[in-house]
């Protein structure tokens, strides 16, 4: 990380979380018809080190950032206040909301996608979690994956994140094992999805994929029980 305090000058400021490095990405702006932000969505980098991320999310040209990047030891980086909006999302929809980057905060993880993340990077994603969520009154079903609203575009924060450390500490939602399902058929898994919050547009494989990557990590062949049961939540199809 010293290579970034060099090339950039951050500066640290003080922070309920612990001390965060401040830095000013230029690709932001304001959110769009009064929006705040209700959902937190989370990404990996998807390159080698956190410091071609940050130099990547604050390059005009690329038109990308995010609200946090936090890289591999923990050191936390807020690029873009989060009252603004920032240009992490992209194209996609959750429960039916479109124009995602105007209702959410995003946050970069340093991982490029192949392997675990790192305990220090799961320690600052621990903490600063519950304090963008007690600010903005975001409950834990709303904390979701870049893959989720865009299924089949994109994949992060991918097969390797342990979404359940999250879970058990009521930073995102566990869905229940039970379920009252009639009909295990792709049109009824469509249907539950969409209950779930998977309303983007996708093909049934890319569906199927991107509910497997959030709640079945390693799940493969064709649609089976076991599916429904990992996003029912107890509802009725």
């Known amino acids: 990380m010293i290579g970034i305090q060099h ?14 490095c401040e830095m000013h990405s230029p690709n932001r702006g304001p959110r769009r018809d009064g929006l705040q932000p209700q959902f937190i969505i989370l990404h990996y980098t998807a390159m080698a080190t956190a410091e071609a991320a940050i130099e990547r999310l604050c390059d ?5 950032s995010a609200h946090y990047v936090i890289c591999k030891f923990g050191r ?3 690029l873009v206040d989060e ?3 920032a240009w992490h999302a992209g194209s996609g929809e959750w429960c039916g909301f479109q124009d995602m980057n105007s209702r959410s905060i995003g946050i970069e993880l340093d991982n490029d996608g192949k392997g675990a993340f790192t305990k220090q990077l799961m320690t600052s994603l621990e903490k600063l979690l519950p304090t963008i969520m007690a600010k903005w009154d975001i409950p834990p079903v709303n904390v979701i994956g870049h893959s989720d609203m865009a299924p089949g575009r994109k994949f992060d924060p991918g097969p390797f994140f342990e979404w359940n450390k999250l879970e058990v500490k009521g930073l995102a939602e566990k869905k229940l094992q039970q ?3 009639s009909r295990f058929s792709v049109d009824a898994f469509r249907e539950l999805a ?3 919050g998977y309303t983007a547009p996708a093909s049934d494989a890319d569906l199927l994929a991107t509910v497997r990557l959030r709640y079945r990590q390693g799940a493969s062949g064709p649609l089976n029980a076991a599916d429904f049961a990992a996003i029912s939540d107890n509802k009725k199809i």
């Open 179 to 181: 379920m009252e399902i």
């Open 60 to 64: 005009p040209t690329a038109q990308v």
């Open 194 to 196: 969409q209950i779930c």
């Open 83 to 85: 009252e603004l909006r």
């Open 76 to 78: 936390i980086i807020r």
């Open 7 to 20: 090339h950039f000058g951050w500066v640290l400021v003080n922070d309920p979380v612990k001390l965060i």
